[in-house]
């Protein structure tokens, strides 16, 4: 055998830990050190370290003292007033201010305030997206039950109001719904409002409500139809001139037809 294979052999066979003391060389801590080359790079590693600063992490019986000492080593202003924010334009005063006093009990640092801030405007930003366009939803209603409605939409709107401030129902129209939009916005609620008001106006006629005028005679479209359907009806006095009310059947004829096929 070579001297050099001979070699190679005894360092196979024996290991630098072997000149330590036992419980030093079975040391879980030693374990990933393969050869002295890598303990003197792990020992000039640790020597780098002594002397800086280290914080040590309160314990479970530590005191909010300690905790305070934390923070401000980690770089939290001296108090809220001193946080250096910038949150865009038309920023509420007042919740700048509770956004910094809150940082400061917090512990946070400058840095870690303002990416708190950039967060919760990106928040505001994305809520604000997300909200229904109210005044659009509101003209989207009002034309579909002027469509429904016809000449009649005024009085139903009327009678509508009527009937909810008649039975205290005004704060209920400001009840928002799971989608954002407003009860007194949504056309079930309207149309329900209507339908209380018909059924008072025309079978609780002792019943007397601001707003429920029993004279008006404006009809819907459908309605008008039902109406014009029972004017025309065979044998009816619209088709009898000698008839005592043939004259009037015209008149409502004629006007219903108005209501109906208004003039372009």
């Not at 429920?212 to 009898?240: F, H, N, V």
Request: glycine residues 6%; without cysteine.
């Amino acid at each position: 055998m070579s001297e050099e294979n001979q070699e190679a052999q005894e360092t196979q066979e024996t290991s630098w830990k072997d000149s330590l003391p036992e419980d030093l060389r079975e040391h879980s801590v030693l374990a990933p050190i393969q050869d002295v080359d890598n303990l003197a790079k792990a020992y000039v590693n640790a020597s780098t370290m002594i002397g800086k600063d280290k914080i040590p992490i309160p314990g479970k019986h530590s005191t909010p003292e300690d905790w305070d000492d934390v923070y401000n080593r980690l770089g939290r202003p001296e108090s809220g007033e001193a946080y250096d924010l910038t949150a865009g334009e038309n920023t509420d005063a007042d919740m700048m201010g509770w956004f910094r006093n809150t940082a400061h009990e917090a512990g946070l640092n400058n840095s870690q305030a303002q990416k708190l801030v950039n967060a919760y405007n990106d928040l505001l930003v994305q809520n604000i997206e997300e909200q229904p366009d109210l005044e659009k939803i509101r003209a989207d209603v009002q034309a579909d039950l002027q469509k429904e409605y016809g000449n009649a939409y005024e009085d139903r709107l009327t009678l509508a109001k009527s009937i909810s401030s008649e039975f205290g129902t005004d704060q209920l129209t400001e009840v928002k719904l799971a989608d954002g939009t407003l009860l007194g916005d949504n056309p079930m609620f309207i149309k329900a409002m209507v339908a209380a008001g018909e059924y008072i106006r025309d079978r609780i006629s002792e019943d007397k409500f601001e707003g429920i005028d029993k004279a008006d005679t404006s009809l819907t479209p459908d309605e008008a139809r039902a109406k014009l359907t029972e004017i025309e009806a065979p044998d009816g006095p619209l088709w009898d001139r000698k008839h005592p009310a043939h004259d009037e059947y015209v008149r409502n004829r004629n006007r219903i037809y108005e209501e109906i096929y208004p003039a372009e």
